[in-house]
């Protein structure tokens, strides 16, 4: 029978000592593997990407699924895969709800895979 993970909230930006500060805590690297876990779909790249450079800063989803060629259904799953990891922020206004990265969280996983990435 396959094992369950374990329910962690993984919204808030990564808090975790870098990886080169020594051995990390069971917790931490379930933290990080989580957040890791959200960006390693070839998908879910491209939304970050094309948020990252959105010139309105940010996008509604369905302007990223004409972008992306998928299915508005498919680009929500993906966006609430990404929000769940604390990867993306989003708010809804009327009908659209309107995306955009977390760069505080983004800069936070950067600094625990490498201490010296954002000096």
Do not use: W
Request: proline share 8%.
């Amino acid at each position: 029978m396959p094992r369950t993970l374990p329910v962690v909230d993984i919204s808030a930006p990564a808090c975790c000592p870098p990886l080169a500060a020594g051995p990390m805590s069971d917790d931490d690297a379930l933290r990080v593997a989580l957040r890791l876990k959200a960006l390693a779909d070839p998908a879910r790249v491209k939304i970050m990407s094309l948020l990252f450079n959105s010139s309105a800063g940010e996008e509604n989803t369905g302007e990223l699924a004409a972008v992306l060629g998928l299915s508005e259904s498919t680009v929500s799953h993906h966006l609430g895969q990404l929000r769940k990891a604390g990867l993306i922020e989003s708010d809804r206004r009327g009908m659209s709800v309107y995306h955009r990265p977390h760069r505080d969280a983004l800069l936070a996983l950067c600094a625990v895979l490498d201490p010296n990435c954002c000096s």
